[in-house]
């Protein structure tokens, strides 16, 4: 009962802040999280910690000008592994979390503003590989490999899979080319871009099991007329063509 207090004290003293400052001031600030999830969101120099002007990708170039529209201020972080930066996301007032996907399970976690992209979730096998696969139950015969704590390992489990799981979706493509799994599930685009950064070309789609959208997911105790604007940015952004030509340029 206490925290809930605490929490909607909270929010009352930032709506109030709303009407109490100028245009110019910040009326509200986030703590911003995410992750190496290109082309969606990435350190500049490929490492695993980067800070403000040192990410970039589709998302952040959206969060950045969905931010500076809405009058909300931010820090934006960089850091690994995903399973830390969701943890702080979800148990934090104040914090944010991207590129998310939003799941049923995720639903009443987090308050949510989106979508800002699309992402497919795929197996990809060695292009000389002979598995073929029409669904997604077939694909249990083999050994899959996965990103701990990504939505598309979180589905696989849900559905009965036992992934080997690994803490960089990065290590993934080595291990499928040097025979240690057989199939990788994870995201489209994402997948083939990582692989192309470890040198990695030889990979086929053999199944395209599930469509999803990409989020922000804001902590519990976000103050709804913060969650408010930056939606209503995001949408006079995306029917003025905004976020196409941002998905565009990193096709």
């Known amino acids: 009962m206490y925290k809930?207090?605490?929490l909607a004290l909270i929010g009352v003293a930032a709506l109030l802040s709303f009407s109490a400052r100028g245009s110019d001031t910040p009326a509200y600030s986030l703590v911003l999280l995410t992750e190496n999830y290109p082309p969606y969101n990435m350190a500049v120099d490929g490492k695993n910690f980067a800070q403000e002007d040192n990410i970039d990708g589709i998302s952040v170039e959206v969060v950045r000008e969905m931010f500076k529209r809405s009058g909300i201020g931010y820090s934006m972080t960089l850091r690994f592994p995903w399973e830390r930066i969701y943890k702080l996301a979800l148990?934090?007032?104040?914090?944010?979390?991207?590129?998310t996907v939003r799941t049923p399970e995720r639903e009443k976690l987090f308050k949510?503003?989106?979508?800002?992209?699309?992402?497919?979730?795929?197996?990809?096998?060695?292009?000389?590989?002979a598995i073929t696969l029409d669904n997604l139950e077939q694909a249990e015969a083999y050994q899959v490999g996965a990103y701990k704590g990504d939505a598309v390992a979180e589905s696989l489990i849900i559905k009965g899979f036992n992934p080997v799981l690994m803490l960089?979706?990065?290590?993934?493509?080595?291990?499928?080319?040097?025979g240690q799994i057989d199939l990788?599930?994870?995201?489209?685009?994402?997948g083939r871009y990582l692989a192309r950064q470890e040198g990695i070309t030889d990979l086929k789609t053999v199944l395209r099991?599930?469509?999803?959208?990409?989020?922000?997911?804001?902590?519990?105790?976000?103050?709804?007329?913060?969650?408010?604007?930056?939606q209503k940015s995001l949408d006079e952004m995306r029917a003025e063509g905004w976020v196409s030509k941002v998905l565009t340029r990193y096709q």
């Open 4 to 6: 809930r207090l605490f």
């Open 91 to 99: 148990e934090k007032n104040g914090y944010g979390v991207f590129s």
């Open 112 to 129: 949510w503003v989106g979508p800002i992209g699309p992402v497919d979730w795929v197996m990809l096998a060695r292009d000389d590989s």
């Open 168 to 178: 960089r979706d990065q290590d993934n493509p080595r291990k499928l080319v040097n």
């Open 184 to 190: 990788w599930a994870t995201a489209d685009p994402v």
């Open 209 to 230: 099991f599930h469509s999803a959208e990409l989020f922000l997911a804001l902590n519990k105790g976000t103050p709804d007329e913060v969650v408010s604007r930056l």
